[in-house]
Each structure stands twice: as C-alpha cells, then as structure tokens.
C-alpha cells in the first residue's frame, strides 16, 4: 500500500498547517485522527495546540521553546509512521432525536423538495452512521458527514434568528445537532435531548474528531424522559 | 473575603489571562488579552504570575471600590486613571486601601487598558483559564462581562515595591501601523500582482473591528480560490472572503473557516492592531518565519532586561 501523502505548510509566527487531499472523506479523515495522534506524542512539551478539521491539521507551537525548522523536521519525522489504513479510528455513539414537524420544522419542506414523505426522510436521516469530521464553529459543534444524497440541502437563504439547543439539522451533505440556542442556516429536522456541550461536564461533549454517529428516533415521550425540552425551543 | 467591587463596569469590561489553549477540540477559541504585552506589563510591574488574571477595561469607564490593602497597576490604553479623585499614573504600582474608588476614564490613545491587581484576581477558570468569552459564555463569571456589584476576590498585599515602567518603553498608539506578516496558508494561491496589491496599498480598520477580529478597508485583492474546507485559523490569520477586504482574526475568533488566508500577521503586531481605532491607517509588510522568530525572541530578550532594570519609587 502507498504512503500517506501530505503537504506542510506555513500558517502563523507559531503555527504549521498540515494538508491531506482536500476532500471530505473518511479515509482522509482517518489520517488527520492519526497525524494529531502522532504529533501530540512527538511534540509535547512544545506543544500549544492541535486543531483538526476535514482534511487537515493545524498545529501550534511555543516559538520561545521552538521553531519552525526543528517541528517541521518532528512532524515529517512521526509522519512518516502514517498509515492508509483504518477509516475507523474512534468510538461509536448513538444520539437519539426526536423527529416531528413540531420538533423540525423544514422536514416538510425538505420532504416536498425531494419529492419523498417525511417519514423517508426521517428515515434516511438514520439509515448512514455519519463520521465526525470537524469540531468548530461553537463550542461543541460537531460537523458530521456525510448526509444521503437525496437529503442534500442548501443552508436557508435567510438564517434563523434563532435555532435551539439541541435541533438536528442538514446543510448541504452534512448533520449537526446544535449545542447551544445560535442563530443558524441549517434546515431542522428534530431535536436531540444529549447535551453536545456541557462545560459542567467531562468530558464536556459526548463525540470528538474521528467518532462515528448514528441517530436513533425516540418519541416525544421518551425525548422528554430524556431531559428534551421543546418550550424555549420556539421554531 | 478580600475582594474589589465593581461600581460601575464602563464599556466593555472582561476578566481576562493569556488564553485558553489546548481546548480547540471542543470548538473553544482561545480568548485572553487582546493587547498582550501591555497587559503582561501590568502583572509585571506588580510581581504576579505571567498568567494572572487582569481585568480588560475597553474604551473605559471602570469604576472599582477595594476592599482590602492591596497594590494595582493600569497599562495599555491612555486614559485618566484617578484613586478617590486624584490622579494617579498609568504604567506604575499604585497603593489602594479598604474603600478607595479607581477611577478610569475614557481612552484618548489606543482602546484598551488593562488593570491588574498584586496577586492577581482569584477566579476559578474554565477548560484552564478564566478568559472570558461572551460569545461562548464561557470563562469570567459565569461566562458574562463584569457588572455592578460584581466582587472580585484578591489577596491582600500590604507590601510590595513601586515600579514603573520609564515612558521610553510604554507602546505608542494611534499612529499608522506596519503590520508584520508571514505569509502562509493559501498565499500562494494569490498572484504576484495581487500580491504586490495587498503590501503596497494602505488599509483603514473599519467600524466592524472586535475581539474576533478586525475587518480591514482598502484594495480589494483575490484569490484563485474561493472556497476551500474549513481549516484551523490561527492567531492573526488574515483571511480574504470574496469582497476583497482583508479580516485580521484575533482572540475570539473562531477556530475552523472555510475562506483563503493569505497568512498570519506577528503578535507583536496583532497587539498594536487590537488598540487600533475605526479609521487607523495601516500597511502590511511580508516577513519570513525566522525574522517572525527573531522578533519574538528578541522582544522576550527586551522585556527581560527592562525589567530586571525597572526601580522602586
């Protein structure tokens, strides 16, 4: 099997980017939940952060304990333990949702769009284990991928003001659960009663970069059960 | 307890430190003070940790009551800084006493002043520090700006030397900046020509200039690319999104985007950047990583020896 190919490049006075093929893909992502595996052992103490994202890794570093040469010589040099292998690096994790219009209210228009019931769409939704490709945007926000073609969306022309905490939702072919109430552009299907962030919690989120999702359908019973709360969630 | 009351918080007021770093997994941006330096200078003069927590008291207007012996020191921003109504200097330890009012005004020079207290304010952090973020609700107290009535534990210090930093040292601002940038991230996918563009045309910080970021005014340039996936944005990045007009990211920032960056402008500058007002004017100019490197060291190499030089009052 061939090596990994990768590219490093300059970022910051104190920072390095690390690029695989820049597509959205499990194999690809699999890397980058390696290469951060690698560098955190190598560089260590000199070590200020690693963000991952789809295809690539920034890197951090203390430029009064290093510099530029010497991690770039520590990167290529774990990198070169990187291996084509896996795309299944992380944990498994179930997230239950509650779908239903009152709780989704783009489930119809998506439904009509796609010229499908909701219910297949409700059902395709769960149908794929999606994979966690990049945290960001909002503490918490876990972008994962990728969504059945035929429930591809665009985000809405004009954001919500507004978007609960907790509403499950689709732009373009990715999913995300919101973390916190935000105004937002992705179309809702449901609401999902696991907090994605909790700071009075650890860990504070139930997923990290790598792990794989699959979303469970309860209903509003059991999503009330479960600490699901639809007041407050005006949509 | 000792503590400091909050009588009035003025504009924009924030419980700050060097950052929140290491959580960047979990979507945290790394927060702190925006004009490092000058804020490191506070602590400095007063003896505490490099990474104690101070207060970032933006455009002004703080008003605090101590309720303790205790020492403080205001740096950053040019503003009047007054103990139960008389005057006090800026970038020097000054004495408090159980009631004293400090008083800061409005900033004429820069935008930010940074208050530090001997010892430091005793908050418990959040994810390692206690920087406060408002976009996150997180760091602070409980996540928020300060307050009316808001009381901030200290320690109380009956002792301490009265340093000063000689003016010759204090940063200057309000002045056209020279922003010192490495290239990187997707400069290549910028021209020569645009390029040339971007360095030798001047920039204006425009209204929309907060603790995410300052978004620039001036030649549009473009580049080849205009979406990429959404990648790490480190401090200072200068993304260009597809109006041309350059955003320097700081503090707040957040931490993924999706726009070409045509590379990162020196802390040392981000720091002069952070007390630029609406209407500065600026210039970027292209320095390589080691000169990036140089400029740090020797700027660490500078602070030491001024203040193993600094006297008593």
């Given at each position: 099997m061939s090596k990994p190919q990768y590219q490093l490049t300059v970022a910051g006075e104190n920072a390095l980017m690390l690029y695989f093929d820049q597509r959205i893909d499990p194999g690809i992502s699999a890397l980058v939940h390696q290469a951060c595996a690698l560098i955190r052992a190598e560089l260590a103490a000199e070590l200020i952060d690693v963000l991952p994202s789809y295809a690539s890794v920034l890197v951090m570093f203390n430029p009064l304990r290093t510099d530029h040469f010497r991690v770039q010589a520590q990167l290529q040099h774990c990198l070169a333990q990187l291996q084509n292998n896996d795309s299944q690096s992380g944990k498994q994790v179930e997230l239950p949702v509650y779908y239903s219009e009152e709780s989704g209210p783009d489930l119809a228009l998506i439904a009509q769009t796609k010229n499908i019931s909701i219910d297949e769409v409700i059902q395709r939704h769960q149908a794929i284990s999606y994979r966690v490709y990049a945290i960001g945007f909002a503490p918490g926000f876990a972008y994962l991928g990728e969504v059945d073609p035929l429930l591809q969306m665009p985000r809405l022309a004009t954001p919500r003001a507004k978007v609960p905490r907790g509403a499950v939702a689709i732009a373009d072919r990715q999913t995300a659960v919101y973390p916190a109430q935000s105004p937002g552009g992705w179309n809702l299907i449901g609401l999902c009663p696991t907090r994605m962030f909790n700071p009075q919690q650890t860990p504070a989120m139930p997923v990290s970069v790598g792990d794989e999702v699959r979303f469970v359908a309860v209903d509003k019973a059991e999503f009330l059960r479960l600490g699901g709360e639809l007041q407050g969630a005006e949509l | 307890m000792s503590s400091f009351e909050v009588i009035a918080a003025g504009v924009l007021s924030l419980l700050q430190d060097n950052g929140r770093f290491g959580?960047?997994?979990?979507?945290?941006t790394t927060g702190g003070a925006m004009d490092a330096p000058s804020a490191r200078w506070a602590n400095r003069l007063l003896g505490n940790d490099n990474n104690a927590t101070l207060i970032e008291c933006s455009v002004g207007g703080l008003q605090l009551r101590a309720n303790s012996y205790s020492y403080i020191a205001v740096t950053g921003a040019e503003l009047p800084l007054s103990i139960n109504g008389k005057a006090a200097e800026l970038w020097a330890v000054q004495k408090v006493q159980p009631g004293d009012v400090i008083e800061l005004g409005m900033v004429?020079?820069?935008l930010r002043a940074y208050l530090a207290v001997a010892g430091g304010f005793a908050v418990t952090p959040q994810f390692g520090s206690v920087s406060t973020v408002l976009r996150e609700g997180i760091g602070g107290l409980n996540g928020n700006k300060l307050q009316t009535g808001d009381l901030l534990a200290v320690q109380e210090v009956k002792q301490l030397p009265r340093l000063s930093l000689p003016p010759a040292y204090r940063p200057q601002f309000n002045r056209i900046l020279t922003l010192r940038l490495v290239e990187g991230y997707q400069a290549e996918s910028f021209s020569v020509t645009e390029r040339q563009r971007f360095y030798l045309n001047s920039y204006k910080v425009t209204p929309q200039a907060d603790r995410m970021g300052y978004k620039l005014a001036g030649t549009a340039i473009q580049s080849k690319q205009s979406q990429l996936l959404s990648e790490g944005i480190c401090y200072g990045a200068v993304q260009i999104p597809p109006d041309g007009q350059p955003i320097v990211l700081l503090n707040d920032r957040q931490t993924l985007g999706g726009y070409p960056k045509i590379g990162s402008v020196l802390s040392l500058d981000c720091a002069l950047l952070a007390q630029a007002v609406a209407g500065t004017e600026l210039y970027f100019t292209a320095i390589s990583p080691e000169q990036a490197h140089n400029a740090l060291c020797l700027a660490k190499v500078r602070t030491d020896a001024i203040t193993s030089q600094l006297v008593s009052l």
């Open positions: - | 959580q960047s997994v979990l979507g945290l004429s020079q820069g």
